[in-house]
């Protein structure tokens, strides 16, 4: 199984960026397709960002696109996700996750599930201020 470690968060005021990061173990990074999600309090989590295995193809949610830029290094088993004009409604717990099969995530509705992703990390914070 693969471990994954998100970190990057913190306090960020309204229109500020972020980097978060995704720090996974194990030698087969390379070969799974990858995802990041959020949580706000007293909501379901919501689908941000994925990308294919070699970084090839990348997707983002519309609530997101052209503020976020997910990416990623297979050479240093890390996920990213560039966050820039942040805003309130950006606040929320972001998980990583890792899909075995890369079908999941050039699928428009599987990558959005979150039950398609096979590995989940701890989270990490982000909170927006106004």
């Known amino acids: 199984q693969v471990q994954l470690v998100e970190s990057g968060g913190g306090l960020v005021q309204a229109g500020g960026s972020l980097r978060l990061s995704c720090a996974a173990s194990g030698r087969t990074f390379a070969s799974y397709a990858m995802g990041w999600f959020r949580q706000a309090p007293g909501k379901e989590r919501e689908f941000v960002a994925a990308?294919?295995?070699?970084?090839?193809?990348?997707y983002c949610a519309d609530s997101v696109k052209g503020r976020y830029t997910i990416s990623r290094d297979n050479a240093k088993n890390t996920l990213y996700l560039q966050m820039n004009s942040l805003k309130p409604e950006d606040t929320a717990v972001y998980y990583c996750?890792?899909?075995?099969?890369?079908?999941?995530?050039?699928?428009?509705?599987?990558?959005?599930?979150?039950?398609?992703?096979?590995?989940w990390g701890q989270g990490t914070q982000v909170t927006v201020s106004s």
């Open positions: 990308i294919s295995w070699n970084g090839g193809s990348t």
């Open positions: 996750a890792a899909a075995l099969h890369t079908i999941v995530v050039i699928t428009t509705t599987r990558r959005a599930n979150a039950k398609e992703y096979d590995y």
